[in-house]
């Protein structure tokens, strides 16, 4: 009896109204939320559902449902802007290069897809096996309840960087790598020493101050201070990768979609240039991500070279997603190639290896990921310490050795990694990344 009871509880109209317009699409991500997983405010996509719901007073069924699908779809889309940084129209022109990604080598997104696939192929059989209930449910309870779920919601996922569900670093002031570690004199007045800028994919800066020495002990090490004067820091990052780049080379918070198609001879490549260097860009993904092969030139990279030009057959690849060549090894070529120059060089790298999802860890073993009491605690993060202490350790040793020219290094993460789970974020420091320089000393 008790069983029927509740079924037909579930029958009522205004029970199913509910239901279909703000307990099923906002479910999975409140059990995302509560296992530990980083999930941004989302209370507009709340809203979206319930206007969707509601218009089944006047829209057939099925329209309904494409109503629900497209603010599914921006609901995602929203998420996924918050999350990994980008804005709107940055997310919808990476759409385009989702073929590059291997997404299904991650069991993360993998139940992502099940799950939201699931929840969302119910509520479309709802809004059509039930249209004439649905037609006649009262919506005051859910539209009260869905007030009262905006405000819980926003409690809930808000994290400790306030500012992450308001447009990404309203607030901040401006502020780069180059510009703090002093990287700008050199460019106002070249003094024809090659020049390398790599930005180091997801390296942010530990908020304890043990965790952050693991990097600090890697730059330093291999005999690199007796070539070299070691600095380092941190600055203020927004948005993604490509916002990093425009923020190194351009100085600006400009969207590199403004550059697809119009050179800026005010970035720091076409400087150099200017003043007799070869400007050379590297990075061992694919050059259609983001379009690179294509604005690239139009901040003043002469040379480009990508994981499809670099990569040799039988060579050993990194990555899991995100799948390339290796980024120190790309680092020892760089510096060999800095052997033969015959000119002076401005060279910039883009590291990737440690690109979210990290699930498989390479095998460098500077650091036991495995066990709990390891320096650093969540696996994932674990993964990517020993990925960022192998790339730092290759640039001391290479550019220790006496044969590689005295080279102007600057290293900088382009922002603190998007990680799913909000233990693993609370292991970086809100809004900012690592720099370190290396300066000759003769």
């Not at 993998?110 to 192929?121: A, D, P, R, T």
């Not at 006649?136 to 994290?159: E, K, Q, S």
């Not at 190639?337 to 910039?348: C, D, E, I, W």
């Amino acid at each position: 009896m008790a069983g029927k009871a509740i079924i037909g509880w579930f029958r009522q109209p205004a029970i199913l109204l509910i239901l279909v317009g703000l307990v099923l699409p906002n479910i999975a991500f409140v059990v995302l939320s509560l296992v530990g997983i980083s999930v941004p405010p989302r209370s507009l996509p709340i809203i979206l559902y319930l206007l969707a719901a509601v218009s089944i007073r006047f829209l057939p069924g099925w329209a309904v449902v494409v109503a629900f699908v497209a603010a599914f779809s921006f609901d995602v889309m929203f998420c996924a802007t918050q999350l990994f940084g980008l804005t709107l129209t940055e997310a919808l022109f990476a759409l385009r290069f989702i073929n590059e990604l291997d997404i299904l080598s991650s069991k993360l997104y993998i139940v992502l897809i099940v799950l939201l696939g699931g929840i969302f192929g119910l509520i479309s059989y709802l809004l059509l096996k039930q249209a004439q209930k649905l037609r006649h449910a009262r919506a005051t309870a859910m539209l009260c309840l869905g007030v009262l779920a905006l405000p819980a919601d926003i409690w809930l996922n808000t994290p400790r960087d306030s500012t992450f569900w308001l447009k990404l670093g309203q607030s901040l002031p401006f502020d780069s790598a180059i510009g703090n570690s002093g990287y700008m004199k050199l460019v106002e007045q070249p003094g024809g020493r090659h020049m390398l800028v790599v930005i180091v994919e997801a390296m942010g800066h530990f908020a304890d101050p043990k965790m952050q020495d693991l990097l600090e002990q890697a730059i330093r090490s291999n005999g690199i201070e007796s070539r070299y004067t070691v600095t380092s820091g941190m600055n203020h990052f927004i948005g993604s990768t490509t916002a990093a780049e425009m923020r190194e080379f351009c100085q600006t918070r400009d969207s590199y979609l403004d550059n697809l198609d119009t050179p800026r001879s005010d970035c720091l490549p076409f400087k150099m240039a200017a003043a007799g260097y070869t400007t050379s860009a590297y990075h061992g993904f694919s050059g259609e991500m983001f379009e690179r092969f294509k604005w690239w030139p139009q901040i003043g990279f002469n040379e480009r070279h990508f994981g499809e030009n670099l990569m040799q057959p039988g060579e050993k690849l990194c990555g899991d997603v995100f799948v390339g060549i290796c980024d120190p090894k790309l680092v020892r070529d760089l510096a060999a190639r800095l052997k033969a120059a015959t000119g002076p060089q401005f060279n910039y790298l883009l590291t990737f290896n440690t690109h979210v999802p990290v699930i498989v860890d390479q095998g460098y073993h500077h650091l036991d990921c495995s066990r709990r009491d390891s320096a650093v605690p969540e696996r994932e993060v674990c993964i990517m310490t020993d990925a960022w202490i192998e790339l730092l350790q290759t640039i001391a040793a290479s550019f220790a050795a006496a044969d590689v020219p005295p080279t102007e290094i600057l290293i900088v993460g382009d922002h603190a990694p998007p990680l799913w789970y909000r233990k693993a974020r609370d292991l970086f420091t809100p809004r900012q990344v690592s720099w370190f320089r290396l300066t000759p000393k003769s």
